[in-house]
């Protein structure tokens, strides 16, 4: 799926945000995984099919008014090989729902290895002269740190495979300013980022004014959100730090163009641990929380 796909799912749903999907055993009902140690014993085995269980439990429960998800690879490679495949099925399966799949990997390195990464998130493995899927996801985050030569083995997997990435410009956390804000010949390092995040954008515009090669802007930083927006109009912002980050509705409002685009606000402890604050199911929560958030951006962005 291009970008295209993503700006005409939120357009339809009116609903700029995605759902982490970077669940731990704790946000997991007890429930399900008691279910799974009892078949597989306390096992990474047992831990994945519970994990698998809770995704699809979430992506039914949200996938008619959240237009993608966000998976961090990082808690599927917690659980070793049946992680991977548990990241690998939970794409598939929001697939089937119709949704965007962003996969939170922040992966780069040169030649070859970057090349590696991006064909097995984005694109195909070759085996036998026949061109195979991996994880098969529609974008990703990417670290650009290690310069362009990181950086064009996944533009070139963006304009094979109509897909897109999201390259770390500034971040959520607390100590990214440590680099991030430091000067570069007169320029914070993350407006430099964003400078050559829009240039690697141009060959890669789509027809809804969008291009495949978006940023990373954190909701944490509302001001750099609004110097980045002015050098990157044409970008889309994958935002993450709403909620349990401390970041609100308002302090998102900068990441998005005049036309109500150009962003999409992730949460993911704050949907996936809905039900610990409520009397309900964790899907119903999931949806309740998801619905609260829909409402809560776009009355912000309005």
């Not at 749903?13 to 055993?25: E, F, H, S």
């Not at 407006?191 to 969008?210: D, N, P, S």
């Not at 889309?236 to 970041?247: D, M, N, R, S, T």
Request: aromatic residues 8%.
């Amino acid at each position: 799926m291009s970008i295209n796909t993503l700006v005409n799912a939120i357009r339809a749903k009116n609903n700029p945000t995605v759902a982490g999907l970077d669940a731990r055993l704790e946000y997991i009902p007890s429930y399900i995984v008691e279910k799974n140690i009892t078949v597989y014993g306390k096992t990474l085995q047992a831990a994945a099919e519970s994990m698998w269980e809770f995704n699809k439990g979430l992506i039914d429960a949200l996938y008619d008014i959240v237009p993608a998800i966000k998976p961090q690879a990082a808690y599927y490679e917690l659980l070793g090989p049946d992680g991977a495949r548990v990241l690998r099925d939970t794409v598939s399966y929001a697939h089937e729902k119709g949704m965007y799949v962003i996969a939170d990997i922040k992966r780069n390195d040169i030649g070859a290895t970057a090349t590696a990464y991006a064909q097995a998130y984005l694109g195909e493995s070759e085996v036998g002269g026949l061109s195979l899927p991996v994880y098969n996801c529609d974008s990703c985050t990417v670290n650009a740190y290690l310069g362009s030569d990181g950086i064009n083995p996944f533009l070139t997997e963006c304009k094979n495979s109509n897909r897109g990435i999201y390259v770390l410009v500034k971040t959520s956390n607390k100590s990214s300013g440590e680099f991030q804000n430091r000067d570069m010949e007169g320029k914070p390092l993350y407006v430099r980022m964003a400078e050559k995040v829009a240039k690697w954008g141009e060959e890669l515009m789509t027809e809804c004014g969008y291009s495949e090669v978006g940023a990373v802007v954190g909701a944490t930083y509302p001001e750099e959100q609004k110097i980045v927006r002015e050098i990157i109009p044409h970008g889309y912002f994958l935002v993450p730090g709403y909620g349990a980050q401390g970041a609100t509705a308002k302090d998102i409002a900068n990441a998005f163009n005049d036309d109500g685009l150009g962003a999409i606000v992730n949460s993911s402890r704050g949907i996936m641990c809905a039900w610990k604050k409520c009397d309900l199911d964790y899907q119903e929560a999931a949806r309740q929380e998801a619905i609260r958030m829909r409402d809560d951006i776009v009355s912000a962005i309005r």
